[in-house]
T-cell receptor, first 112, second 114 residues
Framework: QQQVRQSPQSLTVWEGETAILNCSYE??????FPWYQQFPGEGPALLIS?????DKKEDGRFTIFFNKREKKLSLHIADSQPGDSATYFC???????????FGTGTTVSVSP | DAGVTQTPRHEVAEKGQTIILKCEPV?????LFWYRQTKIQGLELLSY????????DGGAFKDRFKAEMLNSSFSTLKIQPTEPKDSAVYLC????????????FGPGTRLTVL
């Protein structure tokens, strides 16, 4: 059972465009949602995260929009750069400090 | 501080062999995780330890997969016996206990079972 879903599976954008990555979840007990960025041959690295008490989190060109009622969130990458080409994972964690549950990832390619 | 260390980076095994993957967490982190990563399934939790106590395990992985915390700074993942479907990247991660501390990942071990 996939508790965290991501779409699209892959995405290609031109340099300078905004990439939008979607994530949805099933468990209303989830309260912490990090996004991880992974380059080939490396482990995932935390990019940005949000708690369920917030509806928006910004960090430079990266913004999370969170809709608790619909159990959906999205990651917007503004002014996309070729160096942003990577796989992005949405994750979620329930209360009590449990292990993160990951989506299957979205692979982003930014064309110059 | 050094990051999460995993060895070996690559492992090739024959079907039926026993393999042991190793992980050293970030110093001071008392939560340690093992994940399996494949393109189809993404990251699947194998085990989660807090201060050497097993907190969660991936139910589907119990029979041939065994993770242990030998001490607070060293963990192993044993797969016995290996099967071709075990071919994947195995990731170790650690974090300080409590929410919502960042979970740091190692570079992974790529396992190929022939």
């Amino acid at each position: 059972q996939q508790q965290v879903r991501q779409s699209p599976q892959s995405l290609t954008v031109w340099e300078g465009e905004t990439a939008i990555l979607n994530c949805s979840y099933e468990n209303s007990a989830f309260d912490y949602f990090p996004w991880y960025q992974q380059f080939p041959g490396e482990g995932p690295a935390l990019l940005i995260s949000i708690l369920s008490v917030s509806d928006k989190k910004e960090d430079g060109r990266f913004t999370i929009f969170f809709n608790k009622r619909e159990k959906k969130l999205s990651l917007h990458i503004a002014d996309s750069q070729p160096g942003d080409s990577a796989t992005y994972f949405c994750a979620a964690r329930g209360q009590g400090g449990r292990a993160l549950i990951f989506g299957t990832g979205t692979t982003v390619s930014v064309s110059p | 501080d050094a990051g999460v260390t995993q060895t070996p980076r690559h492992e090739v095994a024959e079907k039926g062999q026993t393999i042991i993957l190793k992980c050293e967490p970030v110093s001071g982190h008392n939560d340690l995780f093992w994940y399996r990563q494949t393109k189809i399934q993404g990251l699947e939790l194998l085990s989660y330890f807090r201060s050497k106590s097993l907190m969660e395990d991936g139910g589907a992985f119990k029979d041939r997969f065994k993770a242990e915390m030998l001490n607070s700074s060293f963990s192993t993942l044993k797969i016995q016996p290996t099967e071709p479907k075990d071919s994947a990247v195995y990731l170790c991660a650690s974090r300080r206990s409590g929410t919502p501390y960042e979970q740091y990942f190692g570079p992974g071990t790529r396992l190929t079972v022939l």
